[in-house]
């Protein structure tokens, strides 16, 4: 499944921004759903996961009680909220769905969208 990630930009220190994820040509209410990022160069990291019912979240450390993953499957897509934004957060953000269990690691999702860039000033 061909993934679209949009809502990137640019934000403020202490702003908000929310990602969607939708997929293109089919529904992906049975995926599991995983945000990753990168920052300018350092590896991709985990950020957030959603399990296929939204019954199950996982998150990275750095943004538990800031970021927030849902998912409306009638709308067919999957959110990230992220509020108190902080120059650390400035990344590529990377959607990824998993036709298996949810997952925190890269490996666990099969496909994955081009990104979308996200840069917090101070």
């Known amino acids: 499944v061909q993934l679209v990630e949009s809502g990137g930009g640019l934000a403020q220190s202490g702003g908000s921004l929310r990602l969607a994820c939708a997929p293109s040509g089919r529904t992906f209410s049975t995926y599991a759903v995983g945000w990753f990022r990168r920052p300018p160069g350092k590896e991709r990291d985990f950020v957030a996961s959603i399990s296929w019912s939204g019954d199950n979240t996982y998150y990275r450390d750095s943004v538990q009680g800031r970021f927030t993953i849902s998912r409306d499957n009638a709308k067919n897509t999957v959110y990230l909220q992220m509020n108190s934004l902080n120059p650390e957060d400035t990344a590529v953000y990377y959607c990824?769905?998993?036709?298996?269990?949810?997952?925190?690691?890269?490996?666990?999702?099969?496909?994955w969208g081009q990104g979308t860039t996200v840069t917090v000033s101070e």
């Open positions: 990824a769905a998993s036709r298996h269990r949810v997952g925190v690691h890269p490996w666990d999702f099969e496909n």
